[in-house]
């Protein structure tokens, strides 16, 4: 039998119990923390460790592009921010370029905190009691 270790039982459960905005938020900082790996890889010459995490990140800003609502207005202004920063990664990922990831890390910890406060709002609109 594969036994799974508690954290990654843990992080499974998490990821299946969460709603759909939790897991974007999971998802950007998912791309913040693959960001800093890539960085770090950059900064210790680890080629390997740079080009992985970049696509990794590539990959959350895929995934957050395709989830786009295009009946939603602010998706349709979104859409052009995720397509530049998926650009710059790949700028990034080609010149070792540490201040180019600087610039996408920024922007996705704007999404990312514009987001929880989205949630922080949804939760608290839906805890209002409504008076009938």
Excluded at 14 to 21: E, L, R, V
Excluded at 56 to 62: G, H, L
Excluded at 97 to 117: A, M, P, Q
Aim: hydrophobic share 35%; aromatic share 6%.
């Amino acid at each position: 039998m594969n036994y799974q270790q508690p954290h990654q039982a843990y992080q499974q459960n998490s990821i299946q119990t969460a709603s759909p905005g939790e897991l974007t938020m999971m998802l950007y900082n998912g791309c913040l923390k693959f960001i800093r790996l890539a960085k770090k890889g950059i900064e210790n010459e680890n080629i390997e460790q740079k080009n992985v995490n970049i696509q990794k990140a590539q990959n959350i800003i895929n995934e957050l592009m395709v989830t786009l609502n295009p009946e939603v207005e602010i998706s349709n202004q979104m859409r052009p921010l995720y397509d530049y920063m998926n650009r710059q990664l790949i700028q990034a990922n080609i010149k070792n370029d540490v201040e180019i990831l600087s610039e996408v890390e920024g922007l996705v910890s704007e999404f990312r905190d514009t987001w929880k406060e989205v949630l922080k709002l949804n939760k608290q609109q839906k805890q209002v009691p409504v008076n009938g």
